[in-house]
């Protein structure tokens, strides 16, 4: 951290708050248990994603990955391919368009990318996967047929593929996403070495693969100098920019679409496919369209990388922390900056005398890894809530206990205040709920048949965060509707309900008459929806386009309105109109305020403020995670048989779409806790799983009914008092199955993913 | 996928001459295996031949055997309420392997002659004996951990991922054959080979050879038999190790009859005879299960990652005998 930014934080501390959001705790349309308005359109199959998306002339095309992971292209063969029916183009770095490589995501505020590569600009080759060779045929098949052709001969060079070789030269970055790599507070070693009570272990994650259930997808054609482009993403400004910076386009002569999204996770972005079937488009001049494969996804777009972390906890005999220490190292490339913010739990959740929290990095030759639903968090609340649990039985402490001794009175790491912070509640709710108090402590003391029964806890977090940049519309029509606008995205999160709603709330209408408009760079600029930050973002930019809106209505309504002469502080909106909030009859609706003015409509447009409440106050989102698992005696076989996820994430807007999220982040936990796993071949540095029969995600039979409950206590400091909720219910989950499992069988398994025959 | 041409056959006779002795001409049946290679180009048929219309017959015989036609759909024959009583291990086995939707599709015949799930046969970028003879395999130093420990070569050591096939194994099945030489029949567990130097070769079917029937002899301990499949997930997985078993105990509390086959470890369905020879006449107690299991898993041979199969294949072995045997527990 620099000086100035040092002094900057350290301003930023002494601004005034905000006064909290008037509506944060409005429960008019906040808090009910909406179904999703987009629900009737995917189960009937009429919901358009981008693969379906209908052009005239439309050719598709199909990719072939490189079988090195370092080296350069001798010779591509690319005659038969030609030749064969239907081929249109047979694309390669030797008649790829001219591009520069596309802007990287996080370095460049512009980038979508997920590696700062060209893309299929010279022979070189730089993970096992690469795209060499795309084909564009009339049909599908034709495609599919023709890509099989082509013939590659490489000149294979050393590559760095093998992490346990190669992780002597691990370094800090230059910085964690903007956080610095390393915080030091005292000589935590020493202190480790004096404490009466160590833990002191290392932990293993492996690499992690997406599976959403729809594949990669662009559709994309050049109409009239620009191009437009039907794409899955979550960040379809982003995207714009990429694609504009690589054709050469200005940003107004690019749309992207994406209305829905068939799951996002952290890896819809832009990858080497969006370029190469634009590219592939401005040549044959024709719309193309390019779905990944099951097997593309696996080898072209990024995944969550492999960590090796290490936990040592120093205690004194109250069980309080003399030390906490937790660094590690994580695999990267020298492409992209993702460097899977493992330590960030470590320097939130506890207070200790001394810390030391340090991530490295190592650079290999691999796709790009990428964001994975709470990148850093999900592995490393592995890591350090083991270490916990593992604490907790050295001190003969029950794990919550351990938890209330340990909680800090501000940010151990960056001193800030917590806005809102109520994780020994969630703790204590959650409990009763799983009824913890009826658990043994003894491991191997439960067993029912052949199975050993065992229950586990960990604590769950995840940040606060809200982008900056975005704006939304707000139009109002005379017969009293409304849409509200923002290039925002639907992944089947329940953000077009949702926002129906907080929008609704905002405007004193009945939800049904109001319209969330989203997934279209012709609207309003939206910002990316990844780190759980999206509702928070979009109720900021509508806030302020309705406090543009209400300005606006109060001019509209004049001196014969029984408004004129009130400021918007006066005002409350309700009953689809504005009110006094002291009287509460003198007031007009909106319909009487456009048909007096005469107009037919009134659009508002504003940008959200800076998102200062990050800066000023230490805002995280919390959780205790109960697992219960049962353990073959025989086989080792694991099976979750009940789970309890309590959950403190201020405000929730919509039980029932957040229940939903919760549990889908809980069951990606179980996943990463007990099967998820990429079979990199570090010979080869080829990836030997890629499809949904060899690389396991959780199957029905493997989910057990999850419960999930909430504190619903709203943050002062944020809009409508809410949190993001995507990506907390996958934390925690790892060690909370990896507790039970060690309460079960008296097995501590510090090596995910827990497989049966680590039980053996 | 490369093109080719499709035909269907309207029984076994026509189907044969359709195939035309090609090598490169392959028999269809519910496709879920054949199809998933042929769009991964590990398969490259240039004729189809779709067999699906062949007997879906499951015919119950009053000899207390039962006739199932090649094409019946695995979820046909599982469902079968005579199958379910003569051999319930059959059942168990059916609906222990793959999805709803692939046993709705898959047939007899196409179970017993799919191919290995080895991660290096599936990968064209990879070495493998099976795809190309003399290649060398990748297997061998690398992911192995869902790899055979028992019937491995120098070349091979893929195991055959079916269930279905372990019971077939377990239960002395016949399978009935037709070719341009004219029909044969051949016990079960002579239908596929042991890899050896030719891993390609996986079963004795001669080139245009089809497999119209299997037959399951009457077998009366049979009735009391059950399948124990070991995997890690809950469904839809491979198995790490299965056991097909049937066991007969007499009054006198002895083995009186016992069928005993593996799946996961082996590079063909394993019918375990030694550990069969240990228990017939044998009192049925853990300690003869674990030293039958001890017999059959003798000459495993563990690799990097599949080691754990050796100890898990015979605490299976054991717990599955035991079940079956309500005096004994383990």
Known sequence: ??????????????????????????????????????????VTGQARFAAEVPFKNLVYAATKYSAIARGRIASIETEEAKQAPGVLLVMTHENAPRMPAPPLMMKDPKGASGSSLPVMQDASIHWNGEPVAVVVAETQEQADHAVSLVRVKYDAQPARTDFDRLKSEAHEPENVLGEPSRIAIGDAEAALAAAPVRIDNIYRTPRHNHAAMELHVITVAWQEGGIIVHDTTQMVHLTRSTLAEVFGLPEEHVRVLSPFVGGGFGNKGVWSHQVLATAASQVVGRPVRMVLSREGVFRATGGRTLTEQR??????????????????????????????????PARHLYAAESMLLRQEIVELDMVANTFMRAPGESVGTFALESAMDELAEALSLDPIELRGRLEPAKDPASGLTFSARHL????????????????????????????????????????YFRMPGGSASIKLTAEGDAVVSMASHEMGMGTATVQAQTAAERLGLPVERVTFEYGDTALPHGTLAGGSSQSASIVA????????????????????????????????????????????????????????????????????????????????SYGAQFCEVRVNRITGEVRVSRFVGSFDTGRILNPKTAASQFRGGI???????????????SRSGRIMNPSLAEYHVPVHLDVPAIDVIWNDIPDPHSPLGLHGIGEIGITGVGAAVANAVYNATGRRIRDLPITLDKLL | MNPFDYARAGDAAEAIRLAGGRADAKYLGGGTNLVDLMREGIEHPTHLIDVSRLSHEIAARDDGSVLLGAAAKNTAVAADPVVRERFPMLTRAIVAGASGQIRNMATVAGNMLQRTRCLYFYDDAARCNKRTPGAGCDAMEGFNRFHAILGGSDACVATHPSDMCVALAALDAVVHLQGPQGARSIPFAELHRLPGGRPDVETELGTGELIVAVELPPLAAARHSTYRK??????????LVSIAAALEVGA??????????????????????????VLRGAAATEETFRKAAEVEL???????????????????IVHTLASLCPGVRT
């Open chain 1, 1 to 42: 951290m620099t000086i100035m930014d040092s002094l900057f934080k350290k301003a930023v501390r002494l601004i005034p708050d905000k006064a909290p959001d008037p509506l944060i705790g409005a429960e008019r349309q906040v808090g009910r248990s909406l179904s999703r308005v987009d629900g009737p359109l995917k």
């Open chain 1, 311 to 344: 936990v040592a906890l120093g205690a004194k005999a109250d069980g309080t922390l003399a030390a906490l220490i937790h660094t590690g190292i994580a695999g990267m490339t020298d492409h992209n900056d993702c460097p899977e913010q493992f330590t960030f």
């Open chain 1, 424 to 463: 020994l509640e969630a703790y204590r709710r959650g409990a009763d709920r799983f009824g913890w108090d009826k658990r043994n402590r003894v491991p191997r003391a439960a067993i029912d048949g052949d199975w050993l029964i065992g229950q586990g806890v960990a604590t769950a977090t995840y940040p």
């Open chain 1, 541 to 620: 930019a509508v806030m302020a386009a309705n406090d543009v809106l209400v300005k606006e209505l109060l001019k509209l309504a004049g001196n014969d309105s029984p408004l004129a002469g009130l400021k918007p502080r006066d005002l409350e909106a309700r009953d689809g109109g504005l009110f006094h909030r002291e009287h509460p009859a003198r007031g007009e609706t909106y319909v009487s305020i456009l048909k007096r003015a005469n107009r037919s409509e009134v659009v508002c447009e504003a940008a959200a403020p800076q998102p200062m409440e990050m800066l000023k106050y230490s805002m995280h």
């Open chain 1, 667 to 681: 069951i990606m936990g179980l996943g990463l806790a007990l099967m998820e796993h990429t079979l990199f071949d």
């Open chain 2, 230 to 239: 070991v995997r890690d997930r809950s469904s839809y997985a491979f198995a």
């Open chain 2, 252 to 277: 006198d509390g002895k083995v009186a009859d016992v069928r005993l086959a593996l799946g996961g470890v082996g590079t063909k369905p394993w019918r375990a005879l030694a550990a069969e020879a």
């Open chain 2, 298 to 316: 003798q000459p495993a041979v563990g690799l990097s990652d599949n080691g754990f199969k050796i100890e898990l294949a015979k605490r299976t």
